[in-house]
């Protein structure tokens, strides 16, 4: 059975940081790209952050460019979302979703993901 759990979420001030991490368990975690996703109420999913199955390429939304940093271990399977200069817009559920696909055209479509955490809530007060 497969399993993304996600943790690091919480309550920071604006300007702070936070580190997500994601275990994932029960797939082939270096033959998955893995991403970030978050969704704010009244929005859709978006893509945040993503990283190709070795680590060497990584991906950002333009509006995490340069704040947002996702990294991976794939001796010890968790994937991190290092978050800094954070912003009250960036508040929302952040989702760890696991792709079979590896082509870059995949990591911005939720439909492309086949796993998905439970996500963890990040909430940036101003």
């Known amino acids: 059975q497969v399993q993304l759990v996600e943790s690091g979420g919480g309550l920071v001030q604006a300007g702070g940081s936070l580190r997500l991490s994601c275990a994932a368990s029960?797939?082939?975690?270096?033959?998955?790209?893995m991403a970030w996703f978050r969704q704010a109420p009244g929005k859709e999913r978006e893509f945040v952050a993503g990283?190709?199955?070795?680590?060497?390429?990584?991906y950002y939304a333009d509006s995490v460019k340069g704040r947002f940093t996702i990294s991976r271990d794939n001796a010890n399977t968790p994937v991190y979302l290092q978050m800094s200069s954070l912003k009250p817009e960036d508040t929302a559920v952040y989702y760890c979703?696991?792709?079979?696909?590896?082509?870059?055209?995949?990591?911005?479509?939720?439909?492309?993901?086949?796993?998905w955490g439970q996500g963890t809530q990040v909430t940036v007060s101003s």
């Open positions: 990283i190709s199955r070795s680590g060497g390429s990584t």
């Open positions: 029960g797939l082939p975690f270096s033959r998955y790209t």
């Open positions: 979703a696991a792709s079979s696909c590896s082509s870059p055209g995949c990591y911005l479509y939720p439909r492309k993901y086949n796993y």
